[in-house]
T-cell receptor
Framework: DTEVTQTPKHLVMGMTNKKSLKCEQH?????MYWYKQKAKKPPELMFV???????INESVPSRFSPECPNSSLLNLHLHALQPEDSALYLC?????????????FGPGTRLLVL | GEDVEQSLFLSVREGDSSVINCTYT??????LYWYKQEPGAGLQLLTY?????DMKQDQRLTVLLNKKDKHLSLRIADTQTGDSAIYFC?????????FGTGTKLQVIP
């Protein structure tokens, strides 16, 4: 099983809303990632969790708040977003964070901020 | 930081071979990947190559790596309409993977 699942598939929210994106994997992977992808652009790394601890934060605004409740789950809490935050949010996981650790991606959540 | 470049667009006829190219800057890169992304979907890992290899073949896919020139290519034999997608190369450096700009492959029936 090499599946990473993400919910919801689509999300529309206003700038004053609070919402959460969820990601789950049952491959026993210990590293999980959030990426943001704008249309026709490559994915941009936002956060990396390794062994449930935040190891990389790519200077993401505080209106994005990641959480890793356990080794299988990764959340991204959203609050007071801006229209320019509209994008495809991709979750990925890998066995670890070291060399040669292939990342497997979920299908993404398409977010629209009005 | 790492720069990973790809040409934006490639158009081929069904049944022909496609070659998608990628150049990168970090010579210490260890693993290099090819991902496929269909419209509205996530990234699907197609194949990868370790930096001490020159070539890897996996069914219709052939990856060539020229480490001296920092050039990676993906050849798709007998290209099908289902191969139409955006293809990203990705390069692993220290702790991070950097994605290329993506090549949109259009397959003409």
């Amino acid at each position: 099983d090499t599946e990473v699942t993400q919910t919801p598939k689509h999300l529309v929210m206003g700038m004053t809303n609070k919402k959460s994106l969820k990601c789950e994997q049952h491959m026993g992977h210990r590293a999980m990632y959030w990426y943001k992808q704008k249309a026709k652009k490559p994915p941009e790394l936002m956060f990396v969790y390794s062994y449930e601890k935040l190891s990389i934060n790519e200077s993401v605004p505080s209106r994005f708040s990641p959480e890793c409740p356990n080794s299988s789950l990764l959340n991204l809490h959203l609050h007071a977003l801006q229209p320019e935050d509209s994008a495809l949010y991709l979750c990925a996981s890998s066995q670890g964070q070291g060399d040669g650790e292939t990342q497997y991606f979920g299908p993404g959540t398409r977010l629209l901020v009005l | 930081g790492e720069d990973v470049e790809q040409s934006l667009f490639l158009s081929v006829r069904e049944g022909d071979s496609s070659v998608i190219n990628c150049t990168y800057t970090d010579s210490s890169s260890t693993y290099l990947y090819w991902y496929k992304q269909e419209p509205g979907a996530g990234l699907q890992l197609l194949t990868y190559i370790f930096s001490n290899m020159d070539m890897k073949q996996d069914q219709r896919l052939t990856v060539l790596l020229n480490k001296k020139d920092k050039h990676l290519s993906l050849r798709i034999a007998d290209t099908q309409t289902g191969d139409s997608a955006i293809y990203f190369c990705a390069v692993r450096g220290y702790q991070k993977v950097t994605f290329g700009t993506g090549t949109k492959l259009q397959v003409i029936p």
